[in-house]
């Protein structure tokens, strides 16, 4: 018997690692060579490609692929729809469809997704970065960063509790929850304690 969920239309791949009390929602598929961590919710219509590893209480919306070369940290959450891509010069004719191929894109620890955003692969979305709904991003994105657009540029900064900064003239700012950050420069900030 297993500690985790999987609903009668999914299929999960001999092989596939999935941590206790995670949930696998209909018509997904895990593929037998990836890893899924504890607590982790995969909505409907959900891939998991192999060599893709998930951490722990990751949220992945409907219609979602992880495909090979995604790495998600824990606490990451995935918008309804959001693409990440595996290989930037894709083509049919010649395809590219080895281990050595696909770029990795690793997404750290509590950042956020949102709907229909398109993450090409080989970038990095820092610790509690933010991605708007419909941004491409096309390039790394720092810790507690909110970009937006096409492709996504920085609109501001966002504490890990989801709480939009605002610095005053030493480049201070403390969220809801009384935590401090502070902004070493233009593309940097930090959270201190």
């Known amino acids: 018997m297993s500690n985790y969920f999987v609903h009668q239309s999914a ?95 690793w997404v750290k620890r509590g950042a956020s997704i949102g709907a229909n955003a398109t993450i090409v692969c080989g970038v990095t979305l820092h610790e509690c970065a933010f991605v708007a709904a419909g941004a491409v991003v096309t390039k790394d994105v720092p810790a507690y960063a909110m970009v937006a657009g096409v492709p996504a540029k920085i609109m501001g900064w966002m504490s890990a509790y989801g709480d939009v900064l605002e610095f005053d003239a030493e480049g201070l700012a403390v969220d809801s929850q009384g935590v401090k950050y502070q902004r070493i420069s233009g593309l940097e900030v930090k959270r201190i304690d």
């Open 11 to 105: 299929y999960v791949d001999e092989g596939a690692e999935i941590g206790e009390g995670s949930k696998i929602w209909h018509f997904s598929h895990v593929m037998g060579k990836s890893k899924i961590g504890e607590h982790c919710i995969l909505g409907q219509n959900v891939f998991v490609a192999n060599q893709v590893t998930v951490g722990n209480y990751c949220k992945i919306q409907n219609n979602v692929s992880l495909y090979e070369g995604v790495i998600l940290e824990d606490y990451v959450f995935c918008g309804p729809s959001m693409v990440f891509t595996n290989v930037k010069t894709p083509r049919c004719e010649f395809p590219r469809n080895t281990s050595s191929d696909y770029a990795t894109t």
